[in-house]
């Protein structure tokens, strides 16, 4: 493939807070669009797939491959929202999350935590869920809630069930909680409803929306599939956040995550636009390094808060809000 040199193409020399150049940036949507038309995700869910053929993707159904033109990706850039109303349930609470309006959220998920009573470092329950939301709420500084911990001591698929049992009971704030998998995320979308008076309430003030993470690299798995879809039919804001290692399940150089990263998200939001257009969507990422020592992902390093203010860019030149992890 032949690439010619570009003119008139404008630099960010060292480390900065603007990461990068609008031409810097179009670079990098258009190796994106490359990836996403000729090496395409894999799309696990049928229905995905048969959404996306409809509006004009190619399938490869054999080997549950998507092959996205361009096209169909900037139309749905575009035709997703830019703002997005995050109610809370208390409507002092209220959040527009726009491309530029910066606030600040707990991380998630703690797996453990040192009981501030016995000190014991043990693992999370339904009532951490439930103290750290009350938490949360109290404090200025936290403008919507993240799920922090989790039940860890009920059953796993329906774990998420417990934790929007506790958040919904103990936050007047907007909620962001992860459902696992469609069923649960109806049944949070049940409660939901229930709290604020109806389904058309809920339409009109949500007070809660969910995550979902492709998988590295280049996967759209069913769960993630169906929640999106759902939460387009239903009007329910799902962040599409990507948690790719650089060095691991994305490319060693941060350039090349970002991009891989880049159409991971851009893949969730085409199916959430296809589905149903001016679906509310979040460019979401939690994306970092793998420590080559530990083989983990370490959540504090440089890397994580250098891809996270790139991915901030991005979203910001695609006028979308978005949520990513701090550094």
């Not at 951490?128 to 709420?137: E, G, H, S």
């Not at 389904?199 to 798995?221: A, G, N, Q, W």
């Amino acid at each position: 493939m032949i690439r010619c040199l570009q003119a008139g193409f404008n630099r960010i020399d060292g480390f900065g807070l603007r990461m990068f150049t609008e031409d810097e940036l179009y670079a990098i949507h258009c190796a994106t669009l490359e990836v996403m038309r000729d090496t395409g995700l894999f799309v696990g869910s049928k229905e995905a797939r048969e959404i996306l053929a409809g509006a004009g993707a190619v399938v490869d159904e054999e080997n549950q491959i998507v092959k996205f033109p361009p096209y169909l990706v900037e139309d749905a850039i575009r035709s997703a929202p830019r703002t997005i109303l995050l109610a809370g349930r208390n409507p002092k609470h209220d959040f527009i999350a726009d491309s530029k309006r910066v606030a600040f959220l707990n991380f998630g998920e703690g797996l453990r935590v040192i009981d501030p009573y016995t000190k014991e470092y043990r693992p999370t329950t339904k009532d951490d869920v439930a103290k750290t939301a009350l938490m949360c709420d109290a404090m200025d500084q936290i403008i919507v809630h993240n799920r922090a911990v989790g039940a860890d001591e009920k059953p796993g698929p329906v774990q998420p069930l417990h934790n929007a049992e506790a958040i919904f009971a103990n936050t007047s704030k907007h909620c962001f909680i992860g459902a696992m998998n469609v069923q649960n995320f109806r049944k949070i979308i049940e409660m939901a409803s229930a709290i604020v008076g109806g389904r058309d309430k809920l339409r009109e003030r949500p007070i809660y929306s969910t995550i979902v993470c492709p998988t590295s690299p280049l996967k759209l798995v069913p769960e993630c599939c169906d929640i999106i879809i759902e939460g387009a039919r239903q009007g329910i804001t799902v962040c599409i956040l990507s948690m790719a290692m650089a060095g691991a399940t994305s490319p060693v150089t941060l350039a090349g995550t970002l991009v891989t990263h880049n159409a991971e998200v851009l893949g969730g939001i085409v199916l959430s636009q296809a589905t149903k257009k001016g679906a509310p969507v979040i460019y979401g990422s939690s994306t970092t390094i793998m420590d080559l020592k530990t083989a983990t992902a370490p959540v504090g390093s440089p890397e994580l808060a250098m891809i996270n203010a790139a991915v901030a860019g991005l979203a910001q030149y695609y006028l979308l809000p978005s949520w990513v992890a701090g550094g």
